[in-house]
């Protein structure tokens, strides 16, 4: 069982919804972003979503860009980014770490080494944004063989005749995307997001975890009640690009947590 | 032997891979709309009402066929090789991206889509996109990085009498890649009525292969030119590349036909050495996956992607088209750099020897034709894409040459 299915078992049977944080490996540098890694646990973070610098995030608004901008130019690289889990991993061994980015640093490593080293680090699971079922082979595939969940986007584009072939090798859990849009743009209503969970939720027993939009503790607790648990990215990335201290961040986190935790 | 089993032309397979290269390599979020765009795109493909709606505004509207012309103090100049140019840079807006936009549009518009996007370097894809937009009263949105914005203003000025919006892009490095990346979150964020019409033969498949097939008119009109001027097919075809779209224009009606040398020409900037400071993907990076597809890229050695850098704005991009990685590796295509001094160089001797003055891109082409052709026999026939006209690229010449030139002359 890995880490996520553990943590996933432990929040079911606490009866609790899931708080997932987002933070980019280097922002602002290397030991502030360690430090709130390290903080997040104990900020009530159930799962840590680690991103990757990249210097086109196609995907991501202007908030994470900048973020990863400023990760590379404290001269961040992927090596270093697994040396954050690698940290981590010698405080604590069930947190379950999520590495999210974008295939090409991935690619330019090997994706054999690359797999090799992110277990030995301490990885549990891969979001990576570029990469679409139609890509399976690239990496999905050799990494649930190397034993870590590769954890698939769905969102409102993918209709139902295209549901089952995203989460066909998925594992984890399923992170829906609450809007169509980048990351930190519009809010999601929960309104809207639990038909949608509830859609995704037929076709997989995986945890439904939602995210893109969630900016405040109330938010979180609303959208978690309509799923397993929430994610906050940007808001969260915001504050450090702000120059909050690590634990001014951790405190917003531990609100955040706290919120999606209510629900 | 059976020709079919060693065709150049049947690219690309249906992951959208030619060979290693292609691919689809985006958002959950874009996928289903890319599958959308492979479907509508097969179904016009074999539409004769597509393909008589595209002829009728060819011929009419962009004014092709393009002439072949045989510059004829240009050969007579380099003593060799005889030199033809395919005149694209006398198409409606100056350009070849003209041609495949109009394909684009014609597929946004049977796709019911209103709003179109766009990304563009130099601008010139930026203008054929704007000016077909206003032609079918659509709206139009231009991604521009704002480097890009200051050095082409009069393509820019010519997007806005046109009636399309341009976005400066800040993002990144504010150059054609973040214009292109912010195009990509404009479409992630607006999915129902917005189509993005792609510059180039790169992006996700199926674009790499529609850019081409609306592109290969080039190539097509060439062969018959050619025919018409010389009974025969040329020796050595050759264009510039930044993303490739002219190039794989003209190449691709040749690929089959063996006896015909291809040469794609990259920006070589400042010179392809250890400093970067060139556009040069496949003579100066190596494969990577950005904007959807697998391809040579200039990147640095944890994957992080590199700046281009060209004296032409309309090179100046990081990649290149699949296709082209493809042809490089299997060797069917032979790449070689250009730097900004010898495009230079080969930019005044066209506007003195031929009375064309031709865009910063197809100097780069030119550049090579001259540094060939001198030692080729006078039989020797060459066939260059002159893609585009130098009119937007004055104020950057003469800046290059040292010289003080007012806006308003």
């Known amino acids: 069982m890995s880490r996520i299915d553990a943590k996933f078992a432990e929040l079911q049977a606490a009866g609790k919804k899931a708080f997932v944080a987002y933070v980019m490996a280097g922002d ?28 086109d995030p196609m995907a991501d608004g202007p908030t994470i860009q900048l973020a990863g901008q400023r990760a590379l130019e404290t001269g961040m690289t992927l090596e270093r980014t697994l040396d954050v889990a690698r940290a981590f991993r010698k405080t604590d061994d069930t947190t379950p770490i ?50 870590l969940n590769f954890i698939r986007l769905a969102t409102p584009t993918t209709d139902d005749k295209r549901l089952p072939t995203v989460l066909q090798n998925t594992s984890g859990f399923v992170y829906y995307v609450s809007i169509t849009g980048i990351t930190g743009a519009a809010e999601a209503q929960a309104v809207d997001v639990a038909p949608e969970v509830a859609r995704i939720k037929a076709k997989t027993d995986l945890p439904v975890i939602v995210g893109f939009g969630i900016k405040t503790p109330d938010h979180a607790k609303n959208i978690a009640s309509v799923a397993d648990g929430a994610v906050v ?20 986190v531990k609100s955040l947590a706290d919120g999606a935790h209510s629900a | 032997m059976n020709d079919l089993f060693n065709s150049f032309m049947t690219g690309p397979d249906e992951k959208g891979r030619f060979g290693k290269f292609g691919g689809r390599f985006v958002s959950e979020t874009l996928m289903p709309l890319i599958l959308d765009l492979e479907a509508e795109y097969e179904k016009a493909k074999t539409d004769p009402t597509f393909w008589a709606e595209m002829d009728d505004l060819w011929t009419h509207y962009v004014g092709r066929p393009s002439p072949l012309y045989h510059a004829e103090r240009l050969t007579e100049h380099l003593g060799g090789a005889k030199i033809y140019l395919k005149r694209d840079e006398l198409n409606h807006t100056g350009a070849h991206k003209i041609n495949n936009v109009l394909g684009q549009i014609i597929l946004a518009r049977r796709m019911g889509k209103t709003r179109i996007i766009a990304e563009t370097g130099a601008g010139q894809h930026g203008v054929a996109t704007a000016t077909v937009c206003a032609k079918f009263g659509l709206k139009c949105i231009v991604y521009m990085g704002a480097h890009d914005v200051e050095r082409q203003k009069p393509n820019v000025f010519r997007m806005k009498l046109l009636g399309a919006e341009v976005v400066p892009v800040t993002s990144g490095r504010g150059t054609l890649k973040d214009a292109m990346n912010d195009a990509l979150r404009d479409w992630v964020t607006n999915v129902r009525d917005t189509f993005y019409c792609i510059g180039t033969v790169a992006g996700p498949h199926p674009y790499p292969a529609m850019v081409r097939d609306f592109q290969a008119i080039i190539g097509k009109e060439a062969k018959e030119q050619m025919h018409k001027a010389e ?11 930044g993303g490739g779209s002219n190039a794989m224009g003209l190449f691709y009606p ?14 070589g900037g400042k010179g392809v050495n250890e400093k970067m400071e060139h556009c040069a993907s496949l003579t100066g990076g190596r494969p990577g996956v ?36 493809w042809l490089h590796d299997i060797g069917r295509a032979q790449y070689v750099s250009i730097t900004d001094t010898e495009a230079l160089e080969a930019f005044q001797i066209c506007c003195e020897l031929e009375g064309i003055i031709p865009a910063l891109e197809p100097s780069h082409a030119l550049a090579h034709v001259m540094k060939i052709a001198p030692d080729l026999p006078k039989d020797h026939l060459i066939c260059m894409n002159m893609c585009g006209r130098g009119d937007k690229d004055i104020f950057t010449v003469a800046r290059a040459l040292g010289l003080e030139m007012g806006e308003a002359d």
Do not use: W
């Open chain 2, 231 to 241: 009974g025969r097919l040329p020796d050595t075809i050759i264009a510039a590349i």
């Open chain 1, 233 to 252: 990215g940007s808001a969260i990335v915001e504050r450090i690009g702000k120059g909050d201290s690590a634990a001014d961040v951790l405190a917003f």
């Open chain 2, 254 to 267: 040749f690929l089959d036909d063996k006896s015909v040398n291809i040469i794609g020409v990259e920006a």
């Open chain 2, 290 to 325: 950005l904007h959807g597809n697998r391809t040579y890229l200039l990147q640095d050695d944890d994957g992080q992607i590199l700046e281009g850098f060209s004296i032409s704005a309309g090179l100046d991009y990081p990649g290149i088209g699949p296709e082209h990685s």
């Open chain 1, 98 to 147: 999520v590495l999210m980015g974008y295939y090409n640093p991935i690619y330019s490593r090997g994706v054999d080494k690359f797999l090799e080293d992110a277990k030995e680090a301490g990885i549990d699971g891969l979001i990576i944004v570029d990469l679409p079922p139609e890509e399976d082979e690239e990496l999905c595939i050799p990494a649930q063989a190397a034993g």
């Open chain 1, 28 to 55: 602002p540098d290397y030991d502030t972003a360690l430090e709130i890694v390290q903080g997040m646990p104990g900020a009530g973070v159930d799962i840590i979503e680690l991103g990757l610098p990249f210097t």
